[in-house]
């Protein structure tokens, strides 16, 4: 009787003993780290069709699937837009080693290739979409053979609203029309305030129509964001822009210009690896001999 009155008493003096033995993270994960890796792909094609030798957007579907199974069998976390918010301003950290997957410009090779993936493994992802695009006649009507190659089509407003009802896809902005290029640099770097606003406008207004909801991240056609590019988003209600710089994430980052990686076709497993595990380094400035 009296050993258990002194045991009562010393749970109630030291109940946080309890409490963080259970939210311990498991053995064998791995651990959390003040960085984030955010990782960007484009289009997908089976390494049959050969598009991968020529066109550096395109990612072969077996590498892609390589990649992800690489993420599960090693206990990743895959963030949303809003942890990776929380991340940024230092009031969110991951459990275990993370990684925010992201795609541009929303070819429906992601619906038909990454997505089903992604389900497999329970990952979360972003994919941002050019406004223009996300309409049915985009997507065409006819099937598509797995395996085959994909044409350069864009998904279509049901294909976006299937991915979106399983809760680990969401979607961003990538402009409405201003995926451009003027003069030779592209568009939101020379557009004005104004008018980059209107296209703002514009591509919410048409997820709006369609009931796609409105995203709050941007990533800047090109990877190039500008002053006038951050005033315009920044004044419709978008807290992330992505650019295309390599490099991690850090708490404290400006939130309108987040780093990514772009996972190209060439880069190699062991660039893949490097760069989740917090191993990539900036290539070394090579300084002009005199």
Known sequence: MRKAAILLILLLLFPFQASYA???PPAGLPAP?????????????????????TNSAVLPVEEFSWQMKYLYDNNFYTMTMEEMKEFLAGRFNPPRRAVLITFDDGYESNYIYAFPLLSRYSFR????VIGKKPGDEYGGTGPVTVGASVPNRHMTTYQIKTMLRTGLLEFGCHTYDNHRLIDGKAALTVLGTDVIREDLLRFNNTLGMVGIPVPSAIAYPYGAGSKNAVEAASSMGYRLGFTVHSGYVHPGDNSMFINRFSIRPGDGREYFTGVVNGNW????K???KE
């Open 281 to 284: 380094k900036p290539p070394e």
């Open 125 to 128: 992802a972003a994919i941002f």
């Open 286 to 288: 090579v300084t002009p």
């Open 33 to 53: 780290r003040e960085e984030v890796a955010v990782l960007t792909y484009h289009h997908l094609e089976p390494s049959s069709t050969g598009k991968h030798l």
């Open 22 to 24: 259970a939210d311990a």
